[in-house]
């Protein structure tokens, strides 16, 4: 187990200082407060979205937070411009031996909390029709324009990111699946695993009722509270112990709710301030010192 200065290596009060949706490419005359006016904190969580060229948002961090371990998920802006894959790689190396953490379906143990990193992508089946939120989401989505992948050959397209989503949800479902103990299990995302809140009070109605407009929500959602519930052995694997905490971003909202027996939350900025504005973004709930304890 590595632990650094200033980590909490035991203990159940582990400090999440939580945010996405940066979006340092379309933010001017914001930054993060200065060290003394910020939350106590133990890791940051920042769940995508930071900015486009991730390896810049690992140098951006890494200016920023010095002590702490920074936990950093790519959101779907990371990759615009560049290769899906590169562009974690080359995040990777930026990272390498520092104190921020990329992952991409991969975990990082930081004493006794073990944090779970994917973009996660979609299924496009939020309102049981795939076939029609795959259509509505290539028409619509900038993802499926500007985003290459093997090697910059090939555009990104939705099959290719359900696919990924299926490999991340594996994944995941993987990690609840391990025996650990008394480790906490932290998933980070960029897609959001839930409906929004009044679809978890009302299930959705039949999916002919919603506008192509409500249908694009199947690319920022899926519906993956079934990984919120404990589940027994299946099949050699070991029985389903859900996640503790559950961050995403995506949505440009704040989000905090306990679904099964997991803590989902979003605290996101969203696209501004826009030059000649003053402190104005896309969430005006969005809190820079949103903190949480797992
Ligand atoms: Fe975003
Ligand atoms: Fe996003």
Known sequence: MSSSPGIKTTGTDVKLWIMSDVHLESTRGWDLPAV??????????????LIT??????????????DQPVIYVSGNHEPYGGDIDRTVEKARRAAHGTNVFVLQDDTKRIGDTIFAGATLWTDFNLFGNRRRAIGIAADRMNDFRKIRMNEYRERFRPGYAL?????????LERQMRKPRGDAKLVVVTH????????????????????????????????????????????????????ANIWVHGHTHESFDAVVGSTRVVSN?????????????WDNPHFDVNFVIEV
């Not at 904190?41 to 920042?46: A, E, K, P, Y």
């Not at 060229?53 to 010095?66: A, C, I, N, S």
């Open 191 to 242: 897609h959001a695993p839930v409906h929004d809140l009044g679809y978890l009070i009302a299930p959705p109605e039949a999916e002919e009722k919603f506008s192509d407009e409500e249908m694009l929500t199947a690319a920022f959602r899926s519906d993956l509270s079934e990984l919120m519930r404990p589940q027994p052995a299946v099949d050699g694997k070991g029985p389903l112990r859900p």
């Open 53 to 66: 060229r991730m390896e810049r948002g690992v140098k951006w961090l890494l200016e920023r937070v010095t």
């Open 163 to 171: 696919g990924r989503h299926q490999h991340s949800r594996e994944f």
């Open 36 to 49: 003394h006016a910020r939350p106590e904190f133990d890791v940051m969580v920042m769940a995508g979205d």
């Open 268 to 280: 996101a900025k969203g696209y501004g301030p826009w030059p000649g504005q003053e402190l104005t």
